[in-house]
């Protein structure tokens, strides 16, 4: 059955309360060595790295303020420069003329296009 109480003991907790999932990690040497680094230099000795990880990734979740950075795929990040250069452009001829052409609203289109073809193919 379960476990009885033991005078004195503490209680014996719940299955939803049981910390029975692992989750584990892989990090680099220096990576290591400076999450290390920083539990030392701010005095978190006693915590477990478990305890440590644990609180600080369900408060970043809490707030709802992940962010993870990834390399971007170098032909992405060509395409949408490419296509910025082009609307800058436009913009930069309708403010110094104060009016747009029909070739400008052709090119604003293309443009238009071409962000829209880049964003759904990836």
Do not use: W
């Not at 503490?10 to 049981?18: F, G, Y």
């Not at 032909?75 to 003329?97: C, F, T, Y």
């Amino acid at each position: 059955m379960g476990r009885e109480h033991i005078k004195g003991g503490r209680p014996p907790k719940s299955d939803n309360e049981k910390m029975s999932k692992l989750v584990s990690i892989y990090l680099t040497p220096e990576e290591s060595e400076l999450i290390n680094n920083f539990l030392l230099d701010n005095n978190i000795c006693n915590y477990s790295k478990s305890e440590f990880f644990r609180t600080i990734i369900l408060k970043t979740i809490d707030q709802k303020e992940i962010i993870l950075k990834r390399n971007a795929d170098p032909k992405i990040v060509l395409e949408l420069n490419r296509i910025g250069l082009n609307l800058n452009q436009i913009a930069k001829k309708m403010n110094s003329l104060n009016a747009l052409s029909s070739d400008d609203v052709l090119k604003l289109n293309a443009c238009y296009d071409q962000l829209d073809k880049a964003i759904t193919k990836y």
